[in-house]
């Protein structure tokens, strides 16, 4: 079974008892899903292999997607690549708005400081869910690699790792459920070890995550919590090694722990 039917597999398991899935609605949003950061353009052929159908059904699907302006074709290219509706609706996705609109300032004083880019995470269905994102107005390496709206498994990077760290026990066997790719040698991806490390992570309280996403890249990071407490999301940090952690501990983490304490200060309990 593939990631992404593994995760639809979960989602499909908190619908109430009985209700229908529609096919079509399901086959359309498997087209719009199979575009990437990395993929963000493409053909025909590659869509209908991507999400197993055939070229006539793809092209009728992403016709209708294409009236309602959630994607668009090259003719010049023959390629299809998301468009402007999406936008439009993820600007009313309300997961992370508050705690982005709180943090959008500590982000951009925090890249500045640090000469790193900084992430702000929120736990969705087992996944680290980058809500926000800042580059240094110099940066020394370009973390395009995770966008606004990207999830990762919560076993690689500074963020995730502190996401995981602090998830109640059912949110912690879900997340360590998912695949979770070896993106570098340094990658864990056994569960039981990822538990002790959750374990490791929340006592300390932060994270190094160090080559465990690309070799030579480091990130910190810190848990958010709001005024009752509770976890509402995580703050990092990802550059080259020497600038966040010169001597194999991180430079910043101060800067980091009164970021996430300013920000939490001012989020009201969910």
Known sequence: MSTADRVKEGRAARLPPGVPIVRAVDRAIALLRAFRPDQSRLGLSELARQVGLDKGTTRRLLQTLQLNE?????????TYALAVGLAELGSAVTTGRELRDIAGP??????????????LWVHVAGRGLCV??????LPHVDATWFAVGAQ????CGGGPRVLLAYLDDEQRRLAL?????RRAPASQTDPEL???EAERIRAQGWELAADDFFIGLTGVGVPIFDRSGALAGALSISSLTSIVAPDG?????DALFDAARRIGSKLLPA
């Open 70 to 78: 959630l994607v668009e074709h090259d003719e010049r290219t023959q």
């Open 132 to 137: 926000d994102r800042v580059r240094a107005s």
């Open 152 to 155: 990762a498994p919560l076993n």
């Open 177 to 181: 459920s998912i695949e979770m790719p």
């Open 249 to 253: 501990h991180p430079a910043h983490l």
């Open 194 to 196: 990822l538990r002790r």
């Open 106 to 119: 500590y982000l951009t004083e925090i890249a500045e400081k640090t000469g790193a880019t900084s992430f």
